[in-house]
């Protein structure tokens, strides 16, 4: 079974500009998260799509961080403008509905410069 | 405010040893306790989960205790392996079906010697 797919695996931007990050989840997963995980540490919830809709985006900067789950399948989570503070890696995770376990992705690393 | 405490220094046990992470929480009432191992460069990879009304699951070399009362989970890997050394995090669930939540603690690093 292949895992959740994510790509780029590193992206070094200057601050103010714009970055994407897309989630491929395994295949009938209906469930799917973006987690930001800082150095030192652990995922902290930014959204939780339950097929092409958004169950919790709490964490969410919505000034600057906006995603989407169109079609219920693959995710992507933007960046617009980018600032210092987020440099982290950020990493997607899906799981079946109903299942507690989540299978996570290699994760984006983001350098903001 | 809610918090979940592991240790944040790195535990360094010789292999063949018990290993044992703690994770504290306050201000919570969490539905079930997730353990994962994160390596470095990668994401974490789920070992197992405790409902609230479970004491202690198993799993291999894997035990993980679940005290409500303590507010505590203990997570041990016997027979300690070089292989087993990585950042082991807890994360607590909050919720059922699609309205539940996981918040991770910061990890605790694990170094297994020979």
């Known amino acids: 079974e292949a895992g959740v797919a994510q790509s780029p695996r590193y992206k070094i931007i200057e601050k103010r500009q714009s970055v994407a990050f897309w989630c491929n989840p395994i295949s009938g997963h209906a469930t799917l998260y973006w987690y930001q995980q800082i150095l030192g540490q652990g995922p902290k919830l930014l959204i939780q799509?339950?097929?092409?809709?958004?169950?919790?985006d709490s964490q969410l900067p919505k000034d600057r961080f906006s995603a989407e789950r169109l079609k219920g399948v693959d995710s992507t989570l933007k960046i617009q403008p980018a600032k210092l503070e987020d440099s982290a890696v950020y990493l997607c995770?899906?799981?079946?509905?109903?299942?507690?376990?989540?299978?996570f992705g290699p994760g984006t690393r983001l350098t903001v410069l | 405010s809610q918090k979940i405490e592991q240790n944040s220094e790195a535990l360094n046990i010789q292999e063949g040893k018990t290993a044992t992470l703690t994770c504290n929480y306050t201000n919570y009432s969490p539905a079930y306790l997730q353990w994962y191992r994160q390596d470095p460069g990668r994401g974490p990879v789920f070992l197992l989960l405790i409902r609230e009304n479970e004491k202690e699951k198993r799993k291999e070399r894997l035990k993980v205790t679940f005290d409500t009362t303590l507010k505590q989970s203990l997570f041990h890997i016997t027979a300690s392996q070089p292989a087993d050394s990585a950042t082991y995090l807890c994360a607590l669930e909050k919720g059922t079906g699609t309205a539940s939540k996981l918040t991770f603690g910061t990890g605790t690093r694990l170094q297994v010697t020979l």
């Open positions: 799509f339950q097929n092409n809709g958004v169950v919790d």
């Open positions: 995770a899906s799981s079946v509905q109903g299942n507690n376990e989540q299978f």
